[in-house]
């Protein structure tokens, strides 16, 4: 593995998304070329607002181009938390959401809507203390015999998330009618962006949560092979384990503090992208992470365009495509 | 390159540390371990105290039924468990000591079991042997590639290469995995029974490797195994366990005594000395 194959591999998937990025932009009730909208992305970028036609302006930058930001943060922070757990667990079928920790996260967020609804970066907080202490349940009991085995860890996971969304549904009987439409339908996963949410905050934690998986992908590889393998050639497990628990958790808080529990992405795409680029992490977690973001970017896409003009929730898209992409994982794993 | 084509034909044990004149590598005194359900409760298992030597090219069997502490014994030269008491030294540093990378750079250890969790290709299965020595992303150097050719071609694998690691035979996916311990350069070498999953041929094939690695490479070999035979053959000397205790050490002549084997593996054995003055044990008439 060189640096070198990194970039070109990254930089063609980046530009996937570009393209991808781009007809999403032109998709809606008003029309625009695709040269309008890149002409608009550029004179955006250079900072000339004021070259760019009025009508451009709101429909870019105020209401397409802010759900696709956020479809690119949540696909990529699911990703890289997906590819990070299954390395940790080893397990396959590991990704936030089959393990619970997307419900640990929904709930922490639940709450912190409706005790401190007002507080800025109250729910992220909330979301990944919700997350992080989902993991250490799930881990703590999905080991027999003082080790992590595979089917009690994806037992513990379900029943932590069918727990979690019992406790959800409890909390959400307690809400009014509206309040209790919107969170409904962000429970199932909503691109839907709050005007309060500071999206260049979430994106530096974004960076800082992948940067910190990354730097540890040499060290996930050979956790792969076993932990006391992975000891006996130096690795300091411990402290690996410690800096995946927290950085995954922290994506998953916060891309489901922002969007609901959307589910399969964090399983679906690091699978695909080992499939076309192989299992050394130091490729796997940047293309998880751009993988993801595509992957979000084109169901919130389908999920605007099939029913339109009314919209699906984006969590249905993912769960419509995931679910036997999980069942057939499952299976090949049985043989 | 020229330097590195120089060091093509020198992937051996590293050499023997000055001050180590008499050539002793690992150095075993008084070692012993326990293990407990908890910390104030009495031992389940205890081992030792146990004192052995080993030095460059040589070839050590660990010899025992099971639950006698071999695997034990073995944890602790590889300081994956710290000794109660005594110490265990490799190249004259105590080995629970080392920093892990350090460590792994002296001692490699193959285990008993290896299950990836996704396909890897033999190559970057052995290429993570060169883990110890890189740098915080570890991106392989021209230099871990030689060293991890040449490992390969020294257990005779190098068409194994772009072969999928789940797709081979237990006697290459061995050979492979010995091929990685290799890769790490130390100057230990320990194996934890290699042999477990191979026929006949495969483990005659395996111990014939690991001599010729002792006598060639100056590797200090430590081998786990259940193989009387096998041991008596190729090791120069055998440390045979019984109950958590080292009863006998020495060259094989001098440990496979009859009685000592009949009580240790409670089984009718006979011993007969062979022209090449190593012994050979047989299952004796049952009466």
């Known amino acids: 593995m060189t640096l070198a194959r990194i970039v070109w591999i990254c930089a063609a998937l980046a530009a996937i998304l570009f393209v991808e ?11 625009m070329s695709a040269r309008d909208i890149v002409v608009t992305l550029f004179q955006g970028a250079a900072g000339r607002w004021d070259e760019m036609p009025g009508d451009f302006k709101s429909v870019i930058f105020g209401l397409r181009l802010p759900r696709i930001a956020l479809g690119i943060l949540v696909g990529a922070a699911l990703s890289t938390a997906g590819a990070g757990f299954q390395a940790l667990l080893r397990n396959p079928l590991a990704d936030p959401y089959v393990l619970g920790v997307s419900s640990g996260a929904a709930l922490g967020t639940i709450l912190s809507m409706i005790l401190t609804p007002h507080t800025a970066g ?15 349940v799930v881990y703590f009991l999905g080991r027999r015999g003082g080790q992590l085995d595979s089917a009690t860890l994806l037992l513990a996971g379900i029943v932590a998330a069918s727990f979690l969304s019992a406790v959800i549904m409890f909390l959400m009987t307690t809400v009014s009618g509206r309040d209790l439409r919107g969170m409904a339908f962000w429970l199932m996963g909503d691109l839907q962006s709050d005007p309060r949410v500071d999206l260049r905050w979430l994106y530096f934690l974004l960076i800082v949560g992948i940067g910190c998986i990354f730097t540890t992908s040499s060290d996930l590889n050979l956790i792969l092979t076993g932990e006391q393998e992975a000891r006996h050639l130096g690795v300091n497990v411990n402290r690996v384990k410690l800096v995946v628990y927290i950085s995954a958790s922290l994506l998953t808080g916060l891309a489901v503090s922002v969007s609901g529990a959307i589910g399969y992405v964090g399983l679906l795409v690091p699978h695909v992208m080992r499939m076309l680029f192989g299992t050394d992490y130091r490729l796997l977690i940047p293309t998880s992470a751009i993988g993801g973001a595509i992957a979000i970017v084109l169901a919130d896409t389908l999920a605007r365009t099939v029913v339109a003009p009314s919209e699906l929730p ?14 057939y994982l499952m299976r090949r794993r049985m043989r | 390159m020229n330097a590195l084509a120089g060091s093509n034909a020198t992937l051996s044990a590293r050499a023997t540390p000055r001050g180590n004149a008499d050539g002793v590598r690992l150095r075993v005194e008084q070692a012993s371990y326990a293990y407990a359900a908890t910390e104030r409760s009495a031992p389940k298992f205890t081992l030792g105290p146990v004192s052995l030597e080993g030095r460059e090219r040589e070839l050590i069997a660990i010899l025992g039924p099971n639950a006698s502490g071999k695997s034990t014994l073995l944890k602790l030269l ?48 052995v290429l993570q042997g060169r883990y110890p020595y890189g740098k915080r992303l570890r991106f392989e150097s021209d230099e871990d590639c030689l060293l991890a050719g040449n490992a390969l071609a020294q257990v005779g694998a190098d068409a194994l290469r772009d072969r999928w690691m789940d797709q081979l035979s237990g006697g290459e996916k ?17 194996l934890d029974e ?22 060639e490479h100056r590797y200090t070999v430590v081998v786990v195994t259940h193989e009387l035979n096998l041991a008596a053959e190729f090791s120069d000397r055998i440390a045979l366990m019984h109950n958590g205790k080292c009863i006998r050490i020495g060259s094989p002549a001098e440990v496979y005594d009859r009685e000592a084997l009949q009580q240790v593996f409670e089984a009718p054995l006979e011993v007969e000395m062979r022209s090449s003055g190593r012994p050979r044990v047989i299952l004796g008439g049952t009466q």
């Open chain 2, 194 to 215: 290699p042999t477990q999953h191979l026929d006949i041929g495969g483990k005659v094939e395996l111990l014939r490797r690991l001599r010729k690695l002792a006598d």
């Open chain 1, 314 to 327: 984006v969590g249905a898209m993912t769960a419509i495509a995931g679910a036997p992409v999980f069942i």
């Open chain 2, 78 to 125: 590889a300081g994956v468990l710290k000794p109660l008491s005594g110490r265990v030294e490799v190249d004259g540093e105590e080995v629970s000591e080392l920093e892990a990378r350090t460590r792994a750079q002296r001692i490699a250890l193959v285990a008993q079991e290896s299950e990836l969790l996704f396909p890897l290709r033999v190559w970057e299965y």
């Open chain 1, 122 to 136: 109250a729910m992220q907080a909330a979301a990944f203390v919700g997350a992080f202490a989902t993991v250490a």
């Open chain 1, 21 to 31: 990025g781009v007809v999403s932009l032109q998709i809606g009730a008003y029309h």
């Open chain 2, 174 to 190: 061995q050979r492979v995995i010995l091929a990685r311990a290799l890769a790490q350069q130390p100057s230990l070498l320990l």
